[in-house]
């Protein structure tokens, strides 16, 4: 069994919404993913979770949690986890162990741990501003640190400082004084041994704790020998205490004073009273409660009850009474005024009536008193001549003032403490409200509750509707319940609910006892007499709006597994998975976790996080599927999609089935639309995703359009597919102006055409045409129409360019290129330039012309060629240049041989790479110019001693 877990980490801190946020606390929420067997788990699972300081090895932090029969949904799981207080800024990594909530074998530790990252709460903690602390000084409300109050002039010391007077710098240094007394410190060690403190305060030493198990003062004698005390106590007073311990607590084992021993001879508690006379008590023990003890002793250990020991307990006059002899009574004797008793068995004792006397029952009348009590509690009365009293003193008690020892004296009514005699009064429809000291009042509205005509000026902290017991609320209608609201705390096995439910609609609706936060808004009813079609929620936090016959939750035994479901309303809907919700229709069911069904009739998500919209008798198993609508669809696959059509299926994850009719998208990514359309599945080819990323869009052709591999886009278009155009041609692609094609992204062969022989492709910046030899070539037509022939036009269409196999190129017309004369690409030396007059130099290089008529005169180097000969395609130009042999070139000229004129021949000049008007040679009285030297005409005049002009270059 393979286990692989994806989990998310969320770590649960919540502040409330109140003037004092309150702590996070230690625990937080984990959610997680759990894969068995490469499939989404279901089902119940034991989980342990642990701690540690690093992602591998390291050591364990904290104890580990065991989570047992922990419910996993389609995957996934939720666990409340808490480590205490183990989270200190380190990092922290979790690791999780996992087996089968039926099994009792060992944990599978799943791998690589997690580690945990701060939540936004404990983020904010390390680096909280100022602007987030509640409850500042008034000093830092402006949050700096700048209202000193005033300007320090000067600083002297105080008692415990020594130093002078400081006005701009100086130095204060503590005080040790040695003996802690009052103008002085004492250091670390100093102790307050053999001192006496001595006040008038009401408590000499008040010392507190206010920790759970804290102590108020401990005391500790260390020695091993002797009688020291680690407490005592002493008061002078008549009536004082020695030490005095009180437990105020009103429940619990608490102890006013409790005293250990660890020595084998020690005392726990031990108590001493000096005086010989007196009533002076060494342990004194009061109980004031009906079943209290003034003292009570207890073995810990099991012994004798009697004691701390199994000596029990020692009298002063040396005897001991131990547990036995308190635990065994071995006979009971009538003492005095007692008769009755016995040795053995049940023993009764009774008042002897010849020893006591009956309860006193006779009374005398005014003026006389009792002289005699009888022994049947009957009396004998006397004339009372004594009745005028002598008075000695009359003092004033609470509420009176005066009073005296001799003379006459008069008491007075102590206004401050009693009140005068109530005088005031309050008008009809009013109460009382206050009585002043002087017997006036203070009158209010009376409280005769709500009106039917409404009510003003309310105090909503006050005055309300409801109980302030947890007594549920009703509201009824014709005696029937129509809306019942209550306060309920749900405890579950991870999480504590408090929460209001609110029960409306029909009296037959109903909330599961013991769930919290639910609400019923209304609905439910009778479909006849006997056909109840009440609402009902059974989980924590479910929700039905309306309807009838809706469910939230799923009615098992819990009230806490499958919590915050909602029906919205509709018939006989439920939603029966954590966070599900079903917005009405008929008969629909959602029955995955966050499954979504928004209505329709009798449609099914059972998927994690599955939705459909609408339709009929649809179904979304997958893990957040989606239908859309229809009738009869399926979305089994992870995130797939069924946007709607007929009994079509999206069982590829990743796959859509846009809309059709039995159509199918098996395939992982791929998408299927139209009729009949099929992207082959896992079954079909054998391969776990099916034809993963082919697109198949089918018409309306009753036929199957099957998918033959992964990774295609099919289209089945009898009437052609268009782009930019609604007129495509049938059975074609048409793309209408201003339509572009693009095809591939990298460099290669992107159109293939009839085979991969003949195609158009792009490579590293080059487009390029393919034909296959021999016979290959291309040709160029306008007009006409497709023919079989090769290189036939067709009817009406003219070939304008042909290129053959061996790279002649034939044109019908003229050829107009951008230059304007024929060069040839000929080696030469480097540094040369255009319109430069070159010569052949003596290694067959051209190179620029150094003299008149020079012999070796080749000619001019190309400024911009038409056409260039002498480079086949593929062969490098380097070191080459361009010599124009005919036509027109900017050429470089000098007026060494007089003005230039247009028609002027040109031949070298003695500046380099420079021409000049040539002059003819006479030979028998004939003129002309010296053959080979000749390089052309001049097209334009040159108005300077150096400059370019153009030539009709013709070397002669």
Not at 402 to 409: C, H, I, L
Not at 439 to 448: L, M, N, S
Request: charged residues 15%; negative net charge; glycine residues 18%.
């Amino acid at each position: 069994m393979t286990r692989i877990l994806a989990g998310a980490l969320a770590a649960c801190l919540t502040v409330a919404a109140s003037a004092g946020a309150q702590p996070v606390g230690t625990a937080f929420t984990y959610q997680g993913r759990l894969t068995d067997a490469g499939n989404p788990a279901d089902g119940a699972y034991d989980l342990q979770l642990a701690l540690f300081d690093a992602a591998s090895g390291g050591a364990q932090v904290g104890a580990t949690l065991t989570r047992a029969d922990v419910v996993v949904a389609s995957g996934l799981f939720t666990v409340s986890l808490d480590f205490g207080a183990v989270f200190v800024g380190s990092k922290r990594w979790l690791e999780l162990r996992v087996r089968p909530g039926a099994s009792t074998g060992t944990y599978t530790t799943l791998d690589g741990r997690q580690e945990l990252t701060p939540s936004p709460s404990a983020a904010f903690s390390s680096v909280t501003p100022w602007t987030g602390v509640s409850s500042k000084p008034a000093g830092f409300a402006d949050d700096v640190d700048n209202d000193s109050g005033g300007t320090v002039t000067g600083i002297t010391a105080g008692a415990g400082l020594t130093g002078g007077t400081v006005t701009t710098s100086g130095t204060f240094a503590v005080n040790f004084g040695g003996g802690g007394s009052q103008d002085f410190v004492a250091r670390a060690d100093h102790d307050h041994l053999s001192q006496t403190w001595v006040g008038s305060a009401f408590r000499g030493l008040d010392v507190r704790t206010f920790m759970n198990s804290g102590t108020g003062v401990f005391g500790m004698a260390t020695v091993t020998a002797g009688t020291g005390v680690g407490v005592g106590g002493q008061s002078d007073a008549t009536a004082g205490t020695g030490v005095s311990g009180s437990a105020t607590a009103f429940s619990g084992v608490t102890r006013g004073v409790r005293g250990d021993s660890a020595s084998t001879e020690g005392v726990g508690v031990f108590g001493v009273s000096t005086p010989t006379t007196g009533t002076g008590v060494g342990v004194w023990g009061r109980g004031s409660a009906a079943s209290g003890f003034g003292g009570y002793f207890e073995n810990a250990s099991g012994g004798p009850a009697i004691g701390l020991s199994a000596g029990g307990i020692r009298f002063n006059d040396g005897t001991t009474q131990t547990s036995a002899a308190l635990g065994d009574i071995t006979g009971v004797t009538a003492g005095t005024g007692l008769a009755g008793g016995g040795a053995s068995g049940a023993v009764t004792l009774s008042v002897n009536p010849a020893v006591t006397q009956s309860r006193v029952s006779g009374t005398c009348p005014p003026g006389e008193s009792i002289r005699t009590v009888n022994e049947n509690g009957t009396v004998v009365c006397e004339v009372d001549n004594d009745s005028g009293g002598d008075i000695t003193a009359v003092t004033a008690g609470t509420g009176l003032t005066g009073g005296g020892t001799t003379g006459s004296v008069t008491l007075t009514v102590d206004t401050a403490v009693t009140q005068s005699r109530v005088s005031g009064t309050c008008a009809a429809g009013q109460s009382i409200r206050t009585v002043n000291q002087n017997g006036t009042v203070v009158c209010e509205a009376d409280d005769v509750g709500w009106t039917l005509a409404g009510n003003a000026g309310t105090n909503p902290a006050v005055d309300f509707v409801g109980t302030t017991d947890d007594v549920p609320l009703e509201l009824r209608v014709n005696n029937q319940r129509a809306l019942r609201m209550e306060r309920l705390t749900t405890v579950g096995p991870f999480n504590t609910y408090t929460g209001q439910n609110t029960l409306g609609g029909d009296s037959g609706n109903s909330i599961t006892a013991g769930a919290t936060a639910a609400t019923i808004a209304g609905g439910g009813g009778l479909l006849h007499p006997s056909f109840p079609r009440p609402n009902r929620v059974t989980d924590v936090g479910g929700t039905v709006g309306g309807g009838w016959n809706n469910q939230a939750g799923d009615a098992n035994s819990s009230v806490t597994d499958q919590y915050f479901t909602t029906v919205a309303g509709g018939d006989t809907n439920m939603a029966t998975r954590q966070w599900a919700t079903v917005g009405g229709g008929l008969g629909n069911s959602a029955e995955g976790p966050s499954a979504v069904v928004a209505g329709g009739r009798s449609n099914r998500a059972t998927g994690f996080s599955a939705a459909i919209l609408g339709g009929q008798s649809n179904q979304a198993p997958g893990q957040m599927a989606v239908i859309g609508g229809g009738e009869g669809n399926r979305a089994t696959g992870f995130n797939s999609m069924v946007l709607g059509g007929v009994g079509s299926t999206a069982s590829g994850d990743y796959s859509a089935v846009v809309a059709g009719w039995g159509t199918v998208s098996g395939g992982a990514y791929s998408m299927a639309a139209g009729r009949l359309a099929t992207v082959r599945n896992a079954t079909q080819t054998g391969d776990p995703d099916g034809d993963e990323g082919t697109f198949v869009w089918a018409d309306s052709v009753e036929q199957q359009f099957l998918s033959t591999g992964p990774n295609q886009f099919l289209i089945r278009a009898g009437g052609g597919v268009g782009i930019n155009t609604n007129t495509p041609t049938p059975g074609g692609l048409s793309i209408a102006n201003p339509g572009k094609l693009a095809f591939g992204l990298t460099p290669r062969q992107v159109i293939d055409l009839n085979s991969p022989a003949y195609g158009i492709g792009v490579q590293g910046g080059v487009v390029y045409s393919r034909t296959e030899p021999p016979g290959g070539m291309f040709a160029w037509y306008m007009g006409g129409s497709h023919s079989d022939t090769q290189l036939d036009p067709g009817p009406g269409g003219v070939r304008n360019m042909r290129l053959d196999g061996g790279g002649n190129l034939f044109v019908r017309g003229s050829f107009f290129p951008g230059g304007a004369d024929f060069a040839e690409l000929l080696p030469a030396e480097a540094g040369l330039e255009p319109g430069d007059v070159l010569a052949i130099g003596p290694d067959g290089e051209l190179t620029r012309t150094t003299e008149p008529y020079q012999d070796t005169l080749a000619g001019v180097y190309s400024t911009k060629p038409g056409l260039v000969g002498g480079g086949a395609d593929g062969e490098s130009t380097e070191g080459k240049v361009p010599l124009a042999v005919a036509g027109v070139v900017p050429v470089k000229v000098t007026d060494e041989g007089g003005p230039i004129a247009p028609g002027d021949a040109l031949t070298s000049s003695s500046t380099p790479g420079h021409a000049m008007k040539a002059a003819k040679v006479r030979v028998g009285g004939i003129a002309f110019f010296p053959s080979g030297v000749v390089i052309g005409k001049a097209l334009d005049p040159l108005h300077s001693a150096t400059g370019v002009v153009r030539a009709l270059v013709v070397l002669q």
